[in-house]
């Protein structure tokens, strides 16, 4: 037998889909078209979250740009502009690698503290706590702040200063020189505004327990028990760290991001923000892990001169003493952990020194200054 319609629509209303076919019989005669439900609603959502923190990214930044007024390229605004970006990008960035710096400070002074960077963390999380992995997190923060705001503000002036001094064609064959002229200049100066801090941070984190409990009155001590040269006796092997590791990091960052716009088709004024502010990181962690190479035996020197340089002795004295007790291999103590820390660091600093640029209005640095050759 059978079964005849009748039964057949009786049993479907029953069925576990059952009214799938009366409703869709049912939308055909009526003539309504039934709404599609999302399957995935929460990517919606997600969606509606991104459109809006974009809005609201691009109303502020178009406040902002407002504010300032229009920006004239190599005028005192934008030199401002800059270095307040400079100030964002060190101070923060610095002050967020906090425990990497204190373990690499720690095992530079004393190789055999720790067996390994997971151990050191251990070995402080469990002794001193949450607060005690952030030791000299505040004299990181106000003197990498005013660091990287002589750096790249200074940076952006001397490149400008030197290229006029030269003339634009030779400043355009030259400009490896210029960018290395540029950035050295600028961190003379950036360390200066540094060292006092640098000091003070050092030694508050290889004290255990720390003898220095806040940033000023460190400073008030130093200067109370040694004079003002206390907080500059790690100055010399400061711009020894510093000036090769910033000459570096401009020099190579402008020339890597120059070399990925040509491998790339089109001009970089083709790209949209986020795709430049990428290319920014990338160049920043490939200058980054130049820069730590560099700059490491000076960094080593730095933590030990600053950690045990006696009362009176003269620089030079000190630097053979030190050397003498850990030799040339000893200044490379801690170079991988500050290989993924400065390289880190430089990406992320590049990337937010950028990102404020777009924010206010500007080009983001290096790679459009050249037209790519026709093949």
């Known amino acids: 037998m059978i ?40 990517w919606s959502v997600v969606d509606e979250v991104k459109k809006t923190a974009v809005h609201e990214y691009e109303t502020a930044s178009q406040t902002a740009q407002n504010k ?12 401002a502009a800059c270095t307040f970006g400079g100030l964002l ?23 055999k503290l720790y067996k390994s960077n997971v151990q050191a963390y251990t070995k402080i999380r469990t002794a001193e706590g949450m607060r005690g992995v952030f030791t000299g997190w505040r004299p990181t923060f106000f003197g990498y702040s005013a660091q990287g705001a002589f750096k790249y503000g200074g940076y952006e002036y001397f ?29 003379l100066i950036a360390d200066v505004a540094l060292c ?50 910033t000459m570096m990091k401009f020099a190579s960052f402008e020339t890597i991001v120059e070399m990925i716009y040509r491998s790339l088709p089109g001009h970089k004024s083709d790209y949209n923000k986020g795709a430049q502010t990428a290319v920014a990181f990338s160049a920043g962690y490939l200058a980054g892990i130049l820069c730590a190479v560099v700059s490491h035996p000076a960094d080593v020197m730095v933590s030990k001169l600053n950690a045990n340089r006696q009362a009176g002795e003269a620089f030079g004295a000190a630097m053979s003493r030190i ?14 952990v500050r ?37």
């Open 323 to 336: 050397y003498g007790d850990i030799g040339f291999r000893g200044l490379w103590n801690g170079l991988p």
């Open 89 to 111: 990008a060190c101070g923060l960035t610095h002050t967020a690698v906090t425990p990497l710096d204190l373990i690499k400070c720690r095992r530079q002074v004393d190789p």
């Open 68 to 79: 300032a007024g229009k920006i004239e390229l190599w005028s005192p605004k934008y030199y």
């Open 3 to 42: 079964p005849t319609d009748s039964i057949v629509k009786l049993l479907a209303t029953h069925h576990p889909l059952g009214g799938l076919g009366s409703q869709q019989s049912h939308t055909e005669q009526s003539g309504n078209i039934t709404q599609r439900r999302e399957p995935f609603p929460a």
């Open 339 to 375: 290989i993924v820390m400065i390289g880190t660091l430089t990406g992320l600093q590049w990337m937010i020194y950028d990102s404020f640029k777009i924010f206010m209005g500007l080009p983001t640095t290096g790679g459009g200054g050249e037209q790519k050759k026709v093949q």
């Open 159 to 187: 490149k400008k200063f030197y290229s006029d001094l030269v003339g634009q064609e030779r400043a355009t064959k030259y400009k490896t020189s210029l960018y290395l002229v540029a950035s050295a200049s600028a961190e």
């Open 196 to 245: 006092p801090f640098e000091s003070v941070k050092v030694r508050m984190q290889t004290t255990i327990p720390p003898d220095i409990k806040g940033t000023f009155s460190g400073i008030s001590g130093v200067v109370a028990k040694e004079g003002v040269a206390g907080l500059y006796k790690g100055l010399y092997p400061l711009w020894g760290r510093q000036i090769p590791y």
